[in-house]
């Protein structure tokens, strides 16, 4: 595809349901990465993978967030039980390859809201 | 883990003057070091880059200096423009374990008329 998609754009769910978000990285790219921003804030890291490797979920804020990548393609990242603390933009990023060797390129990212 | 801090977390400059926003890392390991721009509604796009082997980047009204041995680095934007104005964010990542990117807190830069 011409960049990395995001979907849905926006979201608006009820406290206590659950999400998924999707991720459609950058034909090739074999590493995936999953940050959220919040309101006015920097880039919180959930979430890396990185080809058939482990992922990193060191970013993952709680035990209701989870993430997984099929076919080293698609992501989709799901949180259990939504908390109002949840509403961010949750952003996905891909690059080629392993850093330091490659620009991490963005998707347009899912605006979460937890009424 | 890797942890890098950003500096200042707002900045106001005149259009036309220089604006300078700087970046300190942990990990001695950690050997690229990102600048991304967010504007207002839009998604981080990189702007700039420097690896641990070189000191300094140009690239037309935008450098970025590295100083290993203090472990921090700079974006220095000369003859700011109105468009200018975005979240500014520094990053850092090694080429050893996770090799993911550590984001700073961004620095929102507004350029004054």
């Known amino acids: 595809g011409a960049g990395v998609s995001q979907s849905p754009s926006n979201k608006v769910t009820e406290k206590g349901k659950d999400v998924e978000l999707r991720c459609d990285p950058i034909?090739?790219?074999?590493?995936l990465y999953w940050y959220r921003q919040s309101l006015g804030q920097g880039l919180e890291f959930l979430i890396y993978?990185?080809?058939?490797?482990?992922?990193?979920k060191s970013g993952l804020p709680s035990d209701r967030f989870s993430a997984e990548r099929t076919g080293g393609s698609v992501s989709t990242l799901t949180i259990q039980r939504t908390q109002q603390e949840d509403s961010a933009v949750y952003l996905c990023?891909?690059?080629?390859?392993?850093?330091?060797?490659?620009?991490?390129?963005f998707g347009q990212g899912t605006r979460l809201t937890v009424v | 883990g890797e942890n890098v801090e950003q500096h200042p977390s707002t900045l106001s400059v005149q259009e036309g003057d220089s604006a300078v926003i700087k970046c300190t890392y942990s990990?001695?390991?950690?050997?690229?070091f990102p600048w991304y721009k967010q504007e207002l509604g839009k998604r981080p796009q990189l702007i700039i880059d420097?690896?641990?082997?070189?000191g300094e980047k140009k690239d037309q009204r935008i450098a970025v200096t590295l100083n290993k041995t203090a472990k921090h680095f700079s974006l220095h934007i000369t003859e700011t423009q109105p468009e200018d104005s975005a979240v500014y964010f520094c990053?850092?990542?090694?080429?050893?374990?996770?090799?993911?990117?550590?984001f700073g807190q961004g620095t929102r830069l507004t350029i004054n008329p």
């Open positions: 990990d001695s390991a950690s050997n690229y």
């Open positions: 990053a850092a990542s090694t080429a050893q374990g996770a090799q993911k990117l550590v």
């Open positions: 420097i690896r641990s082997n070189v």
């Open positions: 034909s090739g790219h074999t590493a």
């Open positions: 990023a891909s690059s080629l390859g392993s850093l330091p060797n490659t620009e991490a390129f």
């Open positions: 993978f990185q080809g058939n490797s482990a992922p990193d």
